[in-house]
């Protein structure tokens, strides 16, 4: 039972350090546009390109490392639990973090009018501060 602790620690701890990469990259991109850096033609998706290359190989890294290091040892099972350790504490807690920011970003939310278009399509606007 004392093993089976670590796995779900350390299985917690890779989700955890997944989300807080997330975020950085998160806050990263949020810098890129407001330098309007991604506005370029080319630049913009090269920027974006490199960052889900990148991000996919730092992701797999935080999450696969340790588990293939136990694989290779000959620990299938112990790797294969701290893998689904680490999708469940990723479900968890991207669940937490995008319901705290959907709840706090002001900028995401839009009051719904009534007023309709003559196309049948709902206008939005956004809230006012």
């Given amino acids: 039972m004392k ?3 670590k796995l779900y620690i350390v299985g917690f701890i890779q989700a955890l350090g997944l989300n807080l990469y997330i975020f950085g990259v998160i806050s990263f991109m949020n810098s890129l546009v407001q330098g309007n850096l991604v506005n370029s033609p080319r630049l913009g998706p090269y920027i974006m ?3 889900f290359v990148i991000s996919a190989l730092v992701c797999g ?3 696969l490392s340790y588990p293939l290091y136990l694989f290779f040892n000959q620990k299938v099972r112990e790797g294969l ?3 689904l350790w680490t999708l469940l504490f990723m479900f968890i807690l ?3 973090f995008g319901l705290l920011i959907a709840l ?3 900028d995401s939310m839009y009051i ?3 007023n309709i278009n003559k196309g049948g399509v709902r206008e939005y606007t956004p809230p006012v501060e």
Wanted: glycine share 4%; proline share 0%; net charge negative.
């Fill in 112 to 114: 719904e009018t009534e």
């Fill in 61 to 63: 890294l935080i999450s």
């Fill in 3 to 5: 093993y089976l602790q």
């Fill in 94 to 96: 991207s669940g937490m």
């Fill in 49 to 51: 390109l490199s960052i």
């Fill in 104 to 106: 706090n970003d002001k």
């Fill in 81 to 83: 639990k701290i893998v």
